[in-house]
Each structure stands twice: as C-alpha cells, then as structure tokens.
C-alpha cells in the first residue's frame, strides 16, 4: 500500500496524439512500483444488451460512452490507500469483458484518455493535467496504422469513424479541454522530452 497520497497525471490529447506512448514512457521511467497507469478506454460502458451491429454503430467518441462516475469512484479509492478493479475492454467486440485488473496505490497514478480533462468533476482529483497537442493529419494516418494492423478493421471503415465521430468530436470536446492543461506536449517531438517536463513538474 502507498503510504503516501497518490499524485495522479491525466494526459490527454486527440486519438493517435502519441497520449498512450507519452504516458507508457512516463510510467516506465517512474518504473512499474512507484507509477500505475490506466486507461480511459478500460471505462466504456458496457453494451451486452445490444447486438454487435447495434454496437458498431456506438459513437464512442462522445462522453456519454465512458462510465465517468467509475472512474471518479475507483481514482478516489486509490487516493485513500484502497485496491481498486479496472475493468477490461475488448475492442473488436465492443464492449466490456468478465476479467478486470487489479491496481494497487502507487505514488503516481497515470491516466490517460482522449477526454481525460473533458470532465469537470474529475479535474479536481488530477495533481498534474497534460495535454498532447498533434496536427489532425498525423494523428489520423497513426490512427488508420493502428486500427488496421492491431484492431483488425478496414481502411474504408476507419475514415469512415474518422469522419463521422473521430474528428467532429474531437473538436466539440477534446480540443476545447486543452485549456485546462498545465501543461501542453507536442506529440511531434521526442516522447523523452515530454516526460522530462512531467518529472519537472512533478
């Protein structure tokens, strides 16, 4: 058990940003005892009760996709010393799975999402807000990588998501959150350096 109070770090930033590497490269140069690291995707709502098709058509882009209130419950508990269970998500079925992990305090807590600073009653809890500031073009030809090669989905409905939810919401929620960083890192630069601001701050 963290014998001290959790400082949690939010960083955030558009989908293929580089917010996930950014945060990976954080907490392995905190190292895995002192940094636990989780992710805003592990908090989509489950949606069992709808068919995959009914699934597919989700936008999981908007807020209301995610169980806020989860997260908020479970960073909390952290805070207070307690264990908490973060829920597994499996992409290619749209929704949650029976396992979940098990996260113990740490001294950092690390979290990291597309809307991680987009919700008012979870910036009071961050110690340090990041936001990972990347040209669209980039993040959408890393995304198209990603999405093909690691999420099993087709170029055409990749551009599709993009144009349709990605991108629309990216600007109604994500962009806007930028200004209640404390500090902005470029997703084009070196991820080292990016860490070495967090630690400064910290």
Avoid at 107 to 127: D, H, M, N, T
Wanted: proline share 5%; net charge neutral; hydrophobic share 40%.
């Amino acid at each position: 058990m963290c014998a001290e109070v959790p400082k949690i770090i939010a960083i955030a930033g558009a989908s293929g940003s580089g917010k996930t590497t950014l945060a990976q490269e954080l907490r392995a140069t905190l190292s895995a005892a002192r940094a636990a690291l989780i992710s805003f995707d592990s908090y989509y709502r489950p949606l069992t009760h709808l068919s995959w098709e009914e699934r597919a058509r989700v936008n999981f882009d908007h807020p209301d996709s995610l169980e806020v209130s989860l997260l908020e419950q479970q960073l909390m508990m952290l805070k207070q010393g307690q264990a908490i269970d973060v829920p597994s998500y499996d992409f290619s079925q749209h929704d949650r799975i029976g396992s979940s992990r098990l996260i113990e305090p740490r001294q950092y807590v690390i979290v990291e999402g597309i809307l991680a600073l987009s919700f008012p009653k979870l910036r009071p809890v961050y110690s340090l807000a990041v936001f990972v500031d990347t040209p669209q073009h980039i993040c959408y030809q890393r995304r198209l990588a990603r999405d093909v090669s690691d999420r099993g989905r087709t170029p055409e409905s990749v551009k599709l998501q993009w144009n349709e939810s990605v991108e629309p919401m990216f600007k109604q929620y994500c962009a806007p959150s930028k200004s209640y960083a404390e500090l902005v890192c470029c997703g084009l630069s070196d991820v080292k350096l990016g860490v070495k601001r967090i630690l400064e701050r910290l």
